[in-house]
């Protein structure tokens, strides 16, 4: 078994869902070289936080955010956490219901995701600086 470990600095995006794959790969030049594997992504913050879900409809990130501002909403008497505003313990949460990291399948050298999926940088802050990843790749090599 072999193991491939990067760290990624993410460009900052403002708050949403957004759709990191192809920025992942392009960041990984060694993946082509794994014929069957796992690849482990973990993102390095407590407020923000990573998901698979569908990739090619726009809306499905909007309806993500909008759900997850109704679940947790930004309101002061709710919390007692919040030394760096109103998004702060909101962001915590809303980490913690989707978590840090994903896996995905690797398979000739590529990420072996479902035709309509993509790894998602869900960003809960209002302004956030860029994010932090590692992606470490276990697997076996041609």
Known sequence: MELLQQEITLKPRGRGFHLITAEILSSI???PVFKAGIAHIHIKHTSASL???EN???????????HFNRMVPEDASLFEHNYEG????????????????????????RFNLGT????????HRNRARGRSLVV???????
Not at 91 to 102: A, D, E, F, T
Not at 137 to 142: A, I, K, L, N, S
């Open 56 to 66: 090619a409809d726009p809306t499905v990130r909007r309806d993500f955010e909008a």
């Open 86 to 109: 109103l998004d702060d313990m909101t962001s915590h949460l809303k980490s913690s219901i989707l978590g840090h990291s994903v896996s995905v399948p690797v398979t000739g050298g």
């Open 116 to 123: 309509w999926q993509g790894i998602y940088l869900c960003e």
């Open 51 to 53: 998901t698979i879900n």
């Open 29 to 31: 030049p060694g993946l």
């Open 136 to 142: 470490t790749v276990m697997g076996e090599r041609y």
